[in-house]
């Protein structure tokens, strides 16, 4: 991962982003809303740690067959996912109240979902959404040597497999939070000082890591172990379902939005300035999908509306359906991509084949 040193164009003959904005802001004056989440998102809280929670206090405290106690952890996983995408996600980005201390116990969800805040903010809210598809930059992009996401990665010999089992690997992306990504990263990120906001001093970030991993490996291996004697093996079989579930539906979620197709994967100049406006990067490097599907649209939490969260990161997703047409008109006036796919299967499939380009050995070494 390279220390960042990208300079986006501030050159937008066209004045495309301050079009943009100004409709957008007239949006919600006219209408006299918040650009915070309301009641829709509130609600949705609500049932999203239902999904997660209740099924475990009920294996905890009822007796019910195998069936069951598997059925109850996937449900665990999708309210896992759910938690990450539609609260945690729109809490760290400042954006599901217009009140601080708000976001920052939402936010704080990240906790008990095996991750942490510091680092997710580092590597989402800053390296992901500054350097969008940038190879070398945006770490959402790096999957070690093991899946190429980039025509600028190195080629190797076993990628020409990775449309078979990458799918395979990305429900591990929870489980390694929980046991190692959130380390390595926390010395990473603080060797560079990078941070969203204030820089955590080392001591806080290094005691609070370790603590809420404690914490976390207590509430969801150890209790149960030892206080509601179940059998060890079960609680590790349905840890790992619950982490896989999860990690499977937030992995497929983010690269149908930047890993397919019709987005660009552009890099810097030697002088590390970019081609484009950030803004307009934005809409070069990201798509939408299966914005018409309602249940879609409800369970991601928007994150189908990419190309209106990269824009504009601090409105809550709940307007994302509305502000789209106005996102999507105003690129197509000034002559600029709006991608979108109209189904999930469409920009799945789009992104496999994707995956398949990638795992073709190039004439020219990357």
Do not use: C
Request: cysteine-free; hydrophobic content about 45%; proline content about 3%.
């Amino acid at each position: 991962m390279n220390t960042p040193h990208i300079k986006f164009s501030r050159v937008d003959s066209a004045k495309f982003f301050r079009t943009l904005n100004k409709r957008v802001n007239s949006y919600f004056k006219e209408n006299k809303i918040q650009r915070t989440g309301n009641w829709k998102l509130h609600i949705k809280t609500v049932v999203m740690f239902s999904l997660y929670l209740t099924p475990y206090f009920l294996l905890l405290t009822l007796d019910f067959p195998t069936w069951a106690q598997i059925l109850f952890t996937i449900v665990m996983g999708v309210g896992m996912a759910g938690v990450g995408m539609n609260v945690m996600h729109d809490a760290n980005h400042g954006s599901y109240s217009s009140k601080k201390w708000i976001n920052k116990v939402m936010g704080s969800s990240m906790y008990i979902l095996a991750g942490n805040v510091y680092n997710w903010q580092v590597q989402h809210n800053v390296l992901h959404h500054t350097y969008t598809n940038i190879h070398g930059h945006d770490e959402d992009m790096e999957a070690g040597r093991i899946i190429r996401f980039s025509k600028h990665a190195k080629w190797r010999r076993f990628h020409k497999f990775q449309q078979y089992y990458s799918v395979f690997l990305y429900g591990l992306l929870t489980f390694n939070w929980a046991l190692t990504t959130d380390f390595k990263q926390t010395k990473r990120y603080l060797s560079k000082k990078l941070s969203y906001g204030k820089l955590p001093k080392p001591i806080t970030q290094w005691s609070l890591l370790i603590i809420t991993k404690l914490i976390y490996m207590g509430v969801w291996i150890v209790i149960p172990i030892l206080f509601f004697n179940i059998a060890w093996w079960k609680i590790l079989i349905g840890f790992f379902i619950m982490h896989y579930v999860a990690g499977l539906i937030l992995s497929i979620v983010f690269q149908l939005a930047h890993i397919v197709e019709d987005t660009d994967m552009p890099l810097p100049d030697k002088t590390g300035n970019m081609k484009n406006t950030w803004a307009i990067h934005q809409l070069f490097t990201t798509v939408n999908f299966s914005t018409k599907n309602k249940i879609v649209n409800w369970f991601t939490g928007g994150l189908n509306h990419q190309v209106e969260h990269h824009i504009f990161p601090n409105i809550s997703h709940v307007h994302y359906s509305k502000i789209s047409e106005i996102v999507r008109e105003t690129a197509l006036e000034f002559n600029l991509p709006y991608n979108e796919y109209k189904t999930t299967r469409s920009a799945i499939i789009a992104h496999f084949k994707y995956l398949k380009q990638m795992g073709l050995k190039p004439s020219i070494p990357a």
